[in-house]
């Protein structure tokens, strides 16, 4: 199974990104995904997770309110969507999925950067 990320980019503070998180090789559904932020000079923290069927989300304090992590699966996707963006949220993404069956484990996509500017 391979995961990658794309939607990464320069936003505005105040402003929006979509970030996807897509597989391919194994389906996403019902497996937990999880987004993960590095800031510059940081360790990477998780913040943002969905699991299971019906969905269960968990968010960092940091994000929630702003951040919303959905499922696409037509596109075999994880997406999260960022709202109300601020200098702080500055910093690689990456998703990772935890399989349970099928491809067991851990799998990392590559990261995509984010940049908010103030």
């Known amino acids: 199974v391979r995961l990658a990320e794309s939607g990464g980019g320069l936003a505005l503070s105040g402003g929006s990104l979509r970030l996807s998180c897509t597989a391919s090789g194994y389906t996403l559904a019902w497996h937990e995904v999880a987004w993960f932020r590095q800031a510059p000079g940081k360790q990477r923290e998780i913040i943002a997770c969905?699991?299971?069927?019906?969905?269960?989300?968990e968010y960092a304090d940091s994000v929630k309110g702003r951040f919303t992590i959905s499922r696409d699966d037509p596109r075999n996707a994880v997406v999260l969507q960022l709202n109300s963006l601020k200098p702080e949220d500055t910093g690689v993404y990456f998703c990772?999925?935890?399989?349970?069956?099928?491809?067991?484990?851990?799998?990392w996509g590559q990261g995509t950067q984010v940049t908010v500017s103030s």
């Open positions: 990772k999925a935890q399989f349970i069956v099928g491809p067991t484990g851990d799998h």
């Open positions: 969905i699991t299971g069927d019906p969905p269960r989300t």
